[in-house]
């Protein structure tokens, strides 16, 4: 049974029309790519999601179950945008990862996303990197090598510095079996199972077909990651902020309370979760208030755990030497007093004006609340000739 499996969570990152989104069809035989303005215009716009278990037969690892052959690891994935405009879905992306897949097409090499993506795994702290080196099948063995030496140049000194480099072709299924080992030599992160639970809600959904019966309708769904703790059928949570209420111009925030209806992993329903694997968690609340991800951003956590909304934050922070995302070079200039900064605080994203510097120290009040946990890290964006790129990061002071 895959609960019994190890689990990991595996982000898919790179740059657009690199591959990510093949090979995890590959891996998985799932497009994430699900959504109709996603199919139509060819990138990914929100976080895909596909899982998968990887088998292993004898010294070789497949990810067919084959007679003889054992259950090796649990893998789901998150497949982030490569698209340059989508900055802040990828930083969600990398805030429920545990690993990542870095996916540089041979016949392009490094472009500007791949360098913005890798320093969002930094940020984000994710050690374990994985390096795919897709499309191997388009370049002659010399441009192949030549690509080689320059991903290795790239990485030198990022926490990516050691990382193995893997060729492969997703879409002629070349070298499939060299990734699946690599994932499962991945040591699995340490799981905190005896603290408050801390449910990260990366979508939101409403799954009943329309037209249902109300005698047959399905309460509204989250998905997303268990940090930390464990969440069981019939527990009563909170979620916080919770529902958007706008009167006049004003936004009010109202926590949610409901009760745990049950708890999915995979293609499988299990009674009772502990951190690993992304999960999906039927609820009673009405699926109005859940449909269309209207609750991405949320934490969820039994009643009475979470601290209250917070409308100013103060951060310690790290800024880059140069802009990334874009083409040449380019300063980053320090951070100034009313200053707008994007912020990401795990699968949240809010933005900030600037109220106070002292030093690293930065306090901002916030557009939108966030459930501000001490010691979460925290990616921080400006907008640079109308784009949000990645200026530095930091860590919730308080």
């Known amino acids: 049974m ?39 215009r060819g990138i990914t716009i929100k976080l895909g999601y596909a899982d998968m278990t990887i088998y292993k037969c ?88 030549k690509n080689y030496k320059e991903i290795k140049e790239f990485v030198k000194g990022s926490s990516a ?31 905190k199972i005896n603290e408050k639970p801390i449910f990260l ?8 077909k329309p037209g249902t019966s109300i005698d047959k309708l399905r309460g509204g769904v989250l998905g997303g990651i268990l940090k930390k703790g464990k969440l069981k059928i019939n527990d009563e949570i909170e979620i916080k902020p919770g529902l958007t209420i706008k009167k006049s111009d004003d936004y009010f925030y109202k926590t949610l309370t409901t009760k745990i209806l049950s708890l999915h992993k995979g293609g499988e ?15 009673e609340l009405d699926p109005f208030l859940t449909k269309t991800d209207s609750l991405v951003g949320c934490l969820a956590s039994v009643k009475n755990s979470l601290p209250e909304i917070s409308h100013k934050i103060k951060i310690s922070s790290e800024i880059f ?28 994203i809010t933005i900030g004006i600037v109220e106070k510097i002292n030093k690293n120290e930065i306090e901002l009040n916030l557009t939108i609340p966030v459930i501000a946990l001490k010691h979460d890290n925290v990616g921080i964006a400006r907008n640079i000739n ?8 930091g860590e919730i002071l308080g």
Not at 6 to 24: A, C, F, Q, R, Y
Not at 168 to 189: D, F, R, T, V, Y
């Open 201 to 208: 809600v990366a979508r939101s959904f409403d799954i009943n």
């Open 58 to 145: 004898g010294n070789k690892f497949t990810i067919e179950k084959k007679s003889g052959c054992v259950p090796a690891r649990y893998i789901s994935f998150i497949d982030a945008p490569g698209h340059e405009m989508l900055m802040a879905t990828m930083l969600s992306g990398a805030a429920i990862i545990d690993s990542a897949i870095l996916v540089i097409a041979a016949n392009e090499g490094i472009k500007p996303q791949t360098k913005e993506h890798l320093m969002a795994l930094q940020t984000k702290k994710i050690q374990n990197i994985i390096i795919v080196q897709n499309k191997i099948d388009l370049v002659t063995k010399e441009q192949a090598l």
């Open 321 to 348: 030497q140069e802009v990334l995302g874009i083409s040449g070079h380019q300063k980053v200039e320090p951070i100034k007093t009313k200053e707008t900064l994007m912020l990401n605080i795990n699968t949240t």
């Open 161 to 191: 510095e050691n990382s193995v480099i893997i060729p492969i072709s997703a879409q002629q299924g070349i070298n499939i079996e060299e990734l699946l080992k690599e994932l499962c030599k991945i040591k699995i992160p340490e799981k």
């Open 2 to 40: 895959t609960k019994e499996l190890p689990e990991l969570n595996v982000g898919v990152v790179g740059h657009i029309d690199h591959g990510k989104t093949t090979l995890l069809s590959r891996l998985t035989g799932k497009f994430t790519d699900t959504h109709s303005e996603e199919l139509k």
């Open 386 to 393: 109308g784009h949000w790129r990645l200026i530095g990061f």
């Open 269 to 283: 329903e299990v009674k009772e979760i502990i951190p690993g694997a992304s999960i999906s968690i039927e609820t």
